[in-house]
């Protein structure tokens, strides 16, 4: 079992910026491809990022590329979301989740996930 633990959702002004971080424990960390997913108000939930194992590859969706990065520190058990010019749009609740030796664009690939942390941006 993995359990995953994310933090640094908030209430933030358009243009602002947010860090959301995931903290893994009970498995070796490095096994495991991340990824943050956002699920917003009446929609599905959608991926934002990838990034594999080594935190060598990333993935991002094109609604976030230039804004959002993904990193992660294997020697911390943690995953990161940096998230600049943060729009309404981008209001949602964000999971991180983990995925057994790789990573992928769909959430149902994932074996583990977060419970989430809400982001709210306001216009």
């Known amino acids: 079992q993995v359990q995953l633990v994310e933090s640094g959702g908030g209430f933030v002004q358009a243009g602002g910026s947010l860090r959301l971080s995931c903290l893994a424990s009970?498995?070796?960390?490095?096994?495991?491809?991340m990824g943050w997913f956002r699920q917003g108000p009446g929609k599905e939930r959608d991926v934002v990022a990838t990034?594999?194992?080594?935190?060598?590859?990333?993935y991002y969706a094109d609604s976030v590329k230039g804004r959002f990065t993904i990193s992660r520190d294997n020697a911390k058990n943690t995953v990161y979301l940096q998230m600049n010019s943060l729009k309404p749009e981008d209001t949602a609740v964000y999971f991180c989740?983990?995925?057994?030796?790789?990573?992928?664009?769909?959430?149902?690939?994932?074996?583990?996930w977060g419970q989430g942390t809400q982001v709210t941006v306001s216009s």
């Open positions: 009970g498995r070796t960390f490095s096994d495991y491809g």
């Open positions: 989740a983990a995925r057994w030796r790789a990573t992928h664009v769909e959430g149902s690939q994932y074996n583990y």
């Open positions: 990034i594999t194992r080594s935190g060598e590859y990333t």
